[in-house]
T-cell receptor, first 114, second 107 residues
């Protein structure tokens, strides 16, 4: 597609369940980022991919969070044993090369843990 | 990490008015972008502007990298300009976002 695509758009899950969030970056973009935005909060960095490698995972808040990227394209963010504080909008972005190049964001996945 | 401060935090304008939003950052960066977050939460790219001046219609932006600030100008504001404007700077592998300026344009 022409832009960054994320799915699902909305996800409601019960506390304790696992969820998977998907990001399809712009074709040919090697850099991919995950961020989250909690209600009334700023944007918080989670993880950065260059190709299939994640040289920067420093923003993942706990070991319940993991992410992978396959084929230098699609990325999946997995949250295990979800907690209410995981409720947020999860945003994915991609850019052609990483630093020094313009990044584009998807529409986000709104996760609600009940 | 880098500190990014945006001002003002909130702004209410009459339709047709002009405004200037400011972004200060605490260290050298290799990328700076301005975004508009629409009511559905999506971040829309406005400018990729690590330095210099750019214009796009009623919007323009200037970044003075040596003095570590960027300005976003909105002229002849319209109600559709309402929303939150974010400045994001990049160094290394991360973008660092400011806390945004919430703009409300009233008819």
């Amino acid at each position: 597609g022409a832009g960054v695509s994320q799915s699902p758009s909305n996800k409601v899950t019960e506390k304790g369940k696992d969820v998977e969030l998907r990001c399809d970056p712009i074709s040919g973009h090697t850099a991919l980022y995950w961020y989250r935005q909690s209600l009334g909060q700023g944007l918080e960095f989670l993880i950065y991919f260059q190709g299939n490698s994640a040289p920067d995972k420093s923003g993942l808040p706990s070991d319940r969070f993991s992410a992978e990227r396959t084929g230098g394209s699609v990325s999946t963010l997995t949250i295990q044993r979800t907690q209410q504080e995981d409720s947020a909008v999860y945003l994915c972005a991609s850019s052609p090369l990483g630093g020094d190049t313009e990044a584009f964001f998807g529409q986000g996945t709104r996760l609600t843990v009940v | 990490g880098i500190q990014v401060e945006q001002s003002p935090p909130d702004l209410i304008l009459q339709e047709g008015a002009n405004s200037t939003l400011r972004c200060n950052f605490s260290d050298s960066v290799n990328n700076l972008q301005w975004f508009h977050q629409n009511p559905w939460g999506q971040l829309i790219n406005l400018f990729y502007i690590p330095s210099g001046t750019k214009q796009n219609g009623r919007l323009s932006a200037t970044t003075v990298a040596t003095e570590r600030y960027s300005l976003l100008y909105i002229s002849s504001s319209q109600t559709t300009d309402s929303g939150v404007y974010f400045c994001a700077v990049q160094t290394g592998n991360q973008f660092y976002f400011g806390t945004g300026t919430s703009l409300t344009v009233i008819p």
